[in-house]
């Protein structure tokens, strides 16, 4: 499991990836329409863990399997204070 500061750093770099893709707006839109399902979200997140052990994107799943990730990855996009 990673620490509270590994996740950060993780979700930032997901926020990173987001907006150099230039899909911040709609990933952003998109999160706040989900945003009362974070719990839902996150068990999404579980339940893809599997099919996504040993690849890039094991890490992120991992995160966002945490609730709170979601409300995060939500400030970081919008270059809030988190």
Same mark, same amino acid.
């Not at 499991?1 to 993780?10: D, F, G």
């Not at 911040?24 to 052990?53: E, W, Y």
């Given at each position: 499991?990673l ?6 750093k993780? @979700? ?5 990836i987001?907006?150099? *893709? ?7 839109? &998109?999160l706040?329409?989900v945003?009362p ?5 996150s068990?999404?997140? @579980? ?8 690849? *890039? ?5 991992l995160?966002? &399997?945490?609730?709170a990730?979601w409300?995060?990855l939500?400030c970081?996009?919008?270059r809030?204070e988190?």
């Amino acid at each position: 499991m990673l620490n509270r500061e590994q996740q950060s750093k993780t @979700l930032q770099r997901l926020a990173a990836i987001i907006r150099q *893709s230039g899909m911040h707006v709609p990933v952003g839109i &998109a999160l706040d329409i989900v945003q009362p399902f974070d719990v839902l979200s996150s068990h999404v997140a @579980l339940f893809c863990k599997p099919f996504t052990m040993g690849s *890039s994107f094991e890490r992120y799943v991992l995160v966002l &399997a945490d609730e709170a990730s979601w409300a995060e990855l939500r400030c970081y996009l919008s270059r809030s204070e988190c």
